[in-house]
């Protein structure tokens, strides 16, 4: 099976990136249809090199959070997609986005949920002095890095790490998880709607 995959980012997109590229490979079981974001976000440039279409949601352009989310889920659903993967998605989205997507609505997060949830991640595991943090893929739900978990791994702290240091080390392991959880949800070893129960 080939997924189709809208991805949401805010910035740069440097795990869009991987997955851009991981699905040049034909043997690679998804392909994604369209980038979205809240803002003219900068990963909108890996977009053009890769010939895939966006499109843009601002929340200033909407009276209040939730018909902006309504704005964005009918975007999102113009596409038909089988996945949605949060790709640096600042936004918590409205609980109808959410309740409308879900399973099929996936994130990354730079810690070793459910330890350190929420914006500030990496700052909150090197504030409370842990030797080691880590990276998740979770399905989202309607709480803050709250979601069923899919994949995580374990990444030392060490000796020196500022908040800048620590994240570099932590993106290219989200990208790795991010990749094969999607391999795993396309060849059947994952399934998102039982990891709630």
Partial sequence: MVLSLVVLISGGGSNLRA?????EDVEFPARVVAIGADRDADGFAHAEEFGIPTFSVALSNFPDRETWGDALLAEIELWGPDL??????????????VDALSPRLINTHPAYLPE???????????????????ASVIVVDNGVDSGPIVSQQRIPVL???????????????????LIQAILDV???VVDLAELGR
């Fill in 19 to 23: 997955l851009l590229e991981a699905s």
């Fill in 84 to 97: 949605v993967v949060l790709s640096g998605f600042m936004k918590l989205l409205p609980p109808r986005v």
């Fill in 116 to 134: 350190f949830p929420g914006a500030h991640a990496v700052r909150d595991a090197l504030v409370a002095e842990v030797t080691e943090t880590g």
């Fill in 159 to 177: 000796p020196g790490d500022t908040e800048a240091t620590l994240h570099e080390r932590i993106k290219p392991v989200e990208r790795e998880l």
């Fill in 186 to 188: 396309a060849n059947g």
